[in-house]
T-cell receptor
């Protein structure tokens, strides 16, 4: 069975500092991987996705993620965060059934 | 513009009452989903539908019901059998190909009073 683990429930970081949000998954088959962002009282918005090919994926708002098959990870990074990046971030995995499994989320708090 | 519309944004219900949450999409997506979101628990799948007039239970279907009579619409009814219905409910849709990702609505916050 598939599963997704986001180890950090909250990540505080100062403005203009780099950030990494961790995501590990468990699956015995090839997967699609996604990162979504959720602002307060809103739905989720797709940040980026890995389907195949290059392991470094670039998304919106300056975010990027790297797929590491051997470590079954898909960590999200941004070299310099802004106050507006404060939100909750969800990692999700799908094995082609289009029934996604979501992680429990990581709250990113950007401090001035 | 295409998208998913959830209504209402906020909903209050008395214990023992059924309530229906609306979800409409104009993206021509085949698949639609209902998720429940509670703090610290991420998103949990309630029901999903891949085609009109067909739907399947997700991980936490007890106390909920759905219908899919039209491609554009996938309403969720929270019944009185749902023991803890206060939560944020999210509707999503996708094309048949999972690679395109989900499109989410803006959610309905249900509070039982």
């Amino acid at each position: 069975a598939q599963s997704v683990t986001q180890l950090d429930s909250q990540v505080p970081v100062f403005e203009e500092a780099p950030v990494e949000l961790r995501c590990n998954y468990s699956s015995s088959v090839s997967v699609y991987l996604f990162w979504y962002v959720q602002y307060p009282n809103q739905g989720l918005q797709l940040l980026l996705k890995y389907l195949s090919g290059s392991t470094l994926v670039k998304g919106i708002n300056g975010f990027e993620a790297e797929f590491n098959k051997s470590q079954t990870s898909f960590h999200l990074r941004k070299p310099s965060v802004h106050i507006s990046d404060t939100a909750e971030y969800f990692c999700a995995v799908d094995s082609g059934t289009y029934k996604y499994i979501f992680g429990t989320g990581t709250r990113l708090k950007v401090l001035a | 513009d295409g998208g998913i519309t959830q209504s209402p944004k906020y909903l209050f219900r008395k214990e023992g009452q059924n309530v229906t949450l609306s979800c409409e999409q104009n993206l021509n997506h085949d698949a639609m989903y209902w998720y429940r979101q509670d703090p610290g628990q991420g998103l949990r799948l309630i029901y999903y539908s891949q085609i009109v007039n067909d739907f399947q239970k997700g991980d936490i279907a007890e106390g909920y019901s759905v219908s899919r009579e039209k491609k554009e619409s996938f309403p969720l009814t929270v019944t009185s059998a749902q023991k803890n219905p206060t939560a944020f409910y999210l509707c999503a849709s996708s094309m048949v190909e999972a690679a395109y990702g989900y499109t989410f609505g803006s959610g309905t916050r249900l509070t039982v009073v």
